[in-house]
């Protein structure tokens, strides 16, 4: 297994399927540390399949996935739990528990993973919320906070321990164009003062283009290119265009196959 | 992470070196905490820090606090590079007396 120290994540010829259908076809995928790299492509992509592998949360069918020098198809349960501890999480809703309160949701990771006194938790769940915009929430609960004031405590949770790569799932899906370029610009903010590695999965070209380093776009389970704002943007790839411009894909289609997956169900 | 103390006439010096973490942070409290409650004022040593997380933000949160309601002060010499970042990330830049260097404490 290499591992340049270079690349915080290495990703090599990763295949995947759901049952008998494939989704990711061989997908080569390396991010440098300290990057910023987004995570394009339409529904069914394959672009969070790719993300729930580099959180170890599926098991390819071949192919290698390192984090951080980890093996991740081949790490036990104790190596996996010390790698999630510097890996850090926002999903889209923000994925809070109901029955707590925001700041006890922010601080649950420190509590269970850190001997930290309560003292310097405290305030390092305040200083996160000051950072998301969230000072004076600390005691509401969840179901008392709007749409972006939840992934904004979402976020808050994910960099709690001060993770060194950071996933974000769909920062800006649901927000108002305001609260989506705050989020934008706490995403650079934090990896400049955290040196944080950041992954962020979007459909959201503007802010895709306002953020990356470089962006990966991902057609029917493979790679269509991995490249810098200026190189998607002058991309001969018709379907990167038709990405940029919001044209609906062309669709190919074989009509004999299209028959059978009508009248038997099968591909 | 290492640290070293030193004791003036009305304040302590503590020069941070290295990284400071969810690991060593505790030690560093301690340490703060034992400067400002034996009755002195604390100048910490920024200057060969690498890297500070929010763990050592909240300590020094925590201890200049503390030093505050003592009557006593807690100031930060010689931050750059990603510490310096993070404090202005968390806008402590704008709280903690922040100077280049000692030569601004003598005179």
């Known amino acids: ?267 | 992470m290492t640290f070293e103390q030193k004791k003036h006439l009305h304040y302590q010096l503590l020069a941070l070196t290295g990284e400071v973490d969810l690991h060593n942070s505790p030690q560093v409290r301690k340490q703060l905490l034992d400067i400002v409650e034996s009755g002195y004022s604390v100048i910490v040593d920024f200057s060969a820090l690498s890297y500070i997380d929010s763990s050592g933000i909240a300590t020094l949160v925590e201890a200049y606090n503390l030093a505050k309601n003592n009557q006593l002060s807690l100031t930060i010499v010689g931050a750059t590079g990603a510490p310096l970042q993070v404090m202005e990330l968390t806008h402590l830049n704008k709280v903690f007396p922040m100077i280049d260097s000692l030569d601004e404490i003598k005179g």
């Open chain 1, 1 to 267: 297994m290499t591992s340049s120290n270079k690349n915080i994540i290495e990703v090599n010829n990763l295949v995947t399927h759901y049952g008998d259908r494939q989704i990711l076809n061989g997908i080569d995928f390396s991010v440098e540390k300290g990057e910023i790299r987004v995570i394009m492509g339409g529904s069914g992509s394959g672009k969070s399949t790719l993300l729930n592998h580099m959180l170890a949360l599926l098991t390819p069918t071949s192919g290698s996935i390192v984090i951080d020098n980890v093996d991740v198809v081949n790490a036990n349960r104790k190596t996996l739990l010390k790698l999630r501890q510097k890996m850090g999480v926002a999903f889209q809703g923000g994925a809070l528990f109901s029955s707590m309160t925001v700041g006890e949701n922010i601080k649950l990771p420190l509590q269970h993973h850190t001997k930290l006194d309560e003292h310097t938790i405290d305030i390092m769940t305040r200083l996160k919320l000051e950072l998301m915009n969230l000072a004076g929430f600390e005691d509401l609960m969840p179901s008392e906070l709007s749409g972006g004031m939840l992934k904004r405590a979402g976020l808050a949770r994910a960099v709690i321990m001060d993770p060194k790569l950071l996933f974000f799932d769909e920062p800006s899906a649901g927000l108002d164009p305001v609260t989506a370029v705050e989020l934008d610009e706490l995403i650079l903010k934090l990896r400049d003062a955290m040196n944080m590695t950041i992954i962020v999965v979007t459909h959201e070209l503007e802010s895709a283009f306002k953020i990356a380093d470089r962006i990966t776009v991902l057609f029917d389970g493979e790679i269509a290119i991995t490249g810098t704002v200026d190189e998607i943007k002058n991309s001969k790839d018709v379907r990167i265009q038709n990405m940029i411009n919001r044209r609906a894909r062309d669709e190919h289609l074989d009509a004999d196959e299209y028959i059978k997956r009508l009248t038997t169900g099968k591909n």
